[in-house]
């Protein structure tokens, strides 16, 4: 196993988004993502209730199903709450210029090649939000977040790129099917392709200031 020599600031501040730069030609060993997972199940849960699930997809077959699925979601029009943007939405998504740009190219490029990603992760969580208090939302979401996230920065030391992505969650049932999922016992929390990257070179994002979002005491 190689690790990049990152501080763990540089690992926090360079983990990026991956779409453009995923190697689509260079098999992932099952052994570098059974790392990746050893590391996620390490994250903080409350209650110590490790209810998370990881559904790696590698073989070819299912990946082009998985991936029929996740393209039919990202056709399916969001409601007009969900899609809806505000202007400050809007000032802040494009606060780098030509960083939109790029993130269409990298959707893009997702929805032309995701079947050709050598591994799609689907992490998921026991027990279904539909109906749950804020209590219980966020109890599930800060237990399922956390794991992923890790997920993502160990892929990232590794010289792995990672990509959260919900289209599968559009057509969720589908998706479930595709997995051999229980749906009604199991609620999938997003989509990763995981590749490696094409060099390993990135950057810090541009950002809004942090003056904007960082509140003392009181909003």
């Not at 929805?111 to 966020?138: D, K, M, N």
């Amino acid at each position: 196993m190689t690790v990049l020599d990152l501080t763990t600031d540089e690992l926090l501040s360079t983990t990026r988004m991956v779409r453009l730069r995923l190697d689509l030609e260079r098999p992932v060993a099952r052994e570098l993502l059974r790392e990746c997972v050893d590391l996620a199940v390490q994250a903080p849960t409350g209650r110590n209730r490790q209810r998370w699930h990881f559904v790696i997809v590698t073989d070819p077959g299912r990946r082009r199903e998985l991936a029929d699925v996740w393209r039919a979601g990202m056709n399916t029009p969001l409601d007009a709450a969900t899609a809806a943007l505000s202007e400050d939405d809007r000032r802040r998504m494009h606060a780098n210029g030509a960083a939109m740009d790029r993130t269409w190219a990298g959707l893009d490029r997702l929805y032309r090649h995701l079947h050709e990603v050598p591994a799609l992760v689907v992490p998921c969580i026991e027990g279904r939000t539909e109906g749950a208090s804020i209590v219980g939302q966020a109890n599930t979401w800060g237990s399922i977040l956390p794991a992923v996230w890790s997920f993502m920065l160990a892929a990232r030391s590794r010289g792995l790129g990672t990509c959260w992505t919900g289209g599968n969650l559009r057509r969720e049932r589908e998706a479930a099917e595709v997995l051999g999922l229980p749906y009604a016992q199991v609620m999938q929390a997003a989509l990763i392709p995981v590749a490696h990257t094409i060099g390993t070179d990135f950057r810090p994002a541009r950002r809004i200031p942090t003056s904007e979002v960082l509140h003392w005491d009181a909003w």
